[in-house]
């Protein structure tokens, strides 16, 4: 069983769509969760960080930690073709450096 | 607009040669990762260093990959002899040592033919 598993998709939304993303995880001692985007033949932009659980917002996209049950979610509001990328979620242990990414999910917004 | 940078942005080159893959962190961030990307694998870490010390290469081949910070400017990831097989997008990732954030750049499309 992998560390992180994250639905490969492809998933399809139409434009103004709520999209929610979700990686689940085994390792307990991650505290620190990512949310990345990334664009074909790009790097991964970093678009979410939270530390421990709980939730938080930037503009139309908010990020959900659950560590009780291992769950981290990515919400994207009103979601645009612009959106249309690669969404990696990625987890790390306090002070370990051993950062543990998802498969990433391919999401398609259709204008 | 701090970002990290990484050159050459494409590298296509034959079987059997030497590859260099140059990585200039974020001013300030003294913990580089190599990362490379398929599709197959996803991202896979390669190496780290910090402080310019190398902390873990665990995951690159030791008899062609060899990973180097010559000074707090600059990382290096060379191959050699390349193979098909190190066909990939090579990443570069930084972060400070007053957070958890990481930082990548816009990675090295490597083809060996």
């Known amino acids: 069983q992998k560390e992180v598993e994250q639905d490969p998709g492809p998933l399809s939304v139409p434009e103004g769509a709520i999209v929610s993303l979700n990686c689940t995880y085994s390792?307990?001692?991650?505290?620190?969760f990512m949310w990345y985007r990334q664009y074909s033949r790009k790097g991964p932009e970093l678009l979410m960080y939270?530390?421990?659980?709980g939730n938080k917002e930037d503009g139309r996209f908010t990020a959900q930690v659950d560590k009780s049950s291992k769950y981290i979610s990515l919400f994207i509001r009103d979601s645009q073709p612009s959106d249309s990328a690669t969404y990696l979620c990625a987890m790390e242990g306090s002070g370990t450096y051993k950062y543990i990414f998802g498969t990433g999910t391919r999401l398609k917004v259709l204008a | 607009d701090a970002r990290v940078t990484q050159t050459p942005r494409h590298k296509v080159t034959e079987m059997g040669q030497e590859v260099t893959m140059r990585c200039q962190p974020i001013l300030g961030h003294n913990t580089v990762f190599w990362y490379r990307q398929t599709m197959m694998q996803g991202l896979e870490l390669l190496a780290y260093f910090r402080n310019r010390a190398p902390l873990d290469d665990s995951g690159m081949p030791k008899d062609r990959f060899s990973a180097e910070m010559p000074d707090a400017t600059l990382a290096t990831l060379k191959i050699q002899p390349s193979e098909p097989r190190d066909s990939a997008v090579y990443f570069c990732?930084?972060?400070?040592?007053?957070?958890?954030?990481?930082?990548f750049g816009s990675g090295t499309q490597l083809s060996v033919l």
């Open positions: 390792n307990s001692a991650f505290q620190y």
């Open positions: 939270t530390y421990s659980s």
């Open positions: 990732a930084t972060r400070s040592g007053t957070d958890e954030k990481l930082f």
